[in-house]
């Protein structure tokens, strides 16, 4: 059966990455949460996409030059339906408080660019072990490096890498870096290489799957899951197969 991530949270109908964005995906069936992480100026872990806040909030600048005062000073929900929803931007420890009451799962992804500097995993790790939560939870970044710094840092926490090329059986390379998923973009992700990859007993989670059709595709052909800004048509979709 397909678990559905719900991408962002309920990004399509709530502000992504906020704490109501992601009640929202647990109440619209979804199997499991994705979201982006970084670090504020002070080090803090803060649940956010873009390295500035301009395009999802009513502040400027990049959230590493930020405190994490600053940062909650900040309407997360600004740009979204003319500002229909208002909250702040989220600190991992926040989530995890909240998550931990669920029985969903979770995908954290890190928005990491550089591949010497492991600060943000550090501490990522770290907290997920504090609330002991190791089994529910899967790292995924398109910084491969800081995936398999992950891994040997936790090796009892799945990771997975993202990526938006075609990859020659890509199962061979999630296995060369000790990856028990990949996470492709849709286009990137035909049939055959689905099966092929979950026979080689890694899991397949594409993003970012908005299209009826596309969801259809993937749950037909028992994808691992689907990553989505939509996890309530998702679940009707998977209810009425």
Not at 30 to 39: S, Y
Not at 132 to 138: A, G, N, V
Not at 153 to 182: F, Q
Request: hydrophobic share 40%; with cysteine; charged share 25%.
């Amino acid at each position: 059966m397909t678990l559905i991530f719900a991408h962002r949270g309920s990004s399509s109908s709530h502000p992504e990455n906020t704490m109501i964005s992601f009640m929202e995906a647990n109440k619209a069936g979804a199997d499991g949460i994705e979201l982006d992480v970084q670090l504020t100026k002070d080090g803090e872990i803060v649940i956010i996409h873009d390295d500035k806040v301009d395009r999802t909030t009513n502040g400027k600048g990049f959230v590493k030059d930020l405190t994490l005062a600053e940062i909650k000073q900040l309407n997360a929900g600004h740009h979204f339906k003319k500002g229909t929803f208002e909250d702040t931007i989220p600190t991992l420890q926040e989530f995890l408080t909240w998550f931990k009451q669920t029985n969903l799962l979770c995908n954290i992804e890190y928005k990491s660019t550089t591949i010497t500097n492991h600060e943000l995993e550090d501490k990522v790790v770290q907290l997920v072990r504090q609330y002991q939560l190791e089994d529910r939870i899967i790292f995924s970044s398109f910084n491969h490096y800081s995936i398999v710094y992950s891994y040997r840092l936790a090796p009892e926490i799945e990771t997975a890498p993202l990526y938006m090329e075609g990859i020659y059986m890509p199962w061979v390379y999630a296995d060369s870096i000790r990856a028990k998923g990949i996470h492709p973009h849709y286009k990137v992700t035909p049939n055959e290489l689905i099966i092929l990859a979950q026979q080689n007993g890694i899991a397949v989670r594409p993003f970012t799957i908005n299209q009826e059709k596309d969801i259809k595709r993937f749950m037909e052909v028992n994808t691992a899951a689907i990553i989505t800004d939509y996890p309530a048509m998702a679940r009707e979709i998977k209810n009425n197969l």
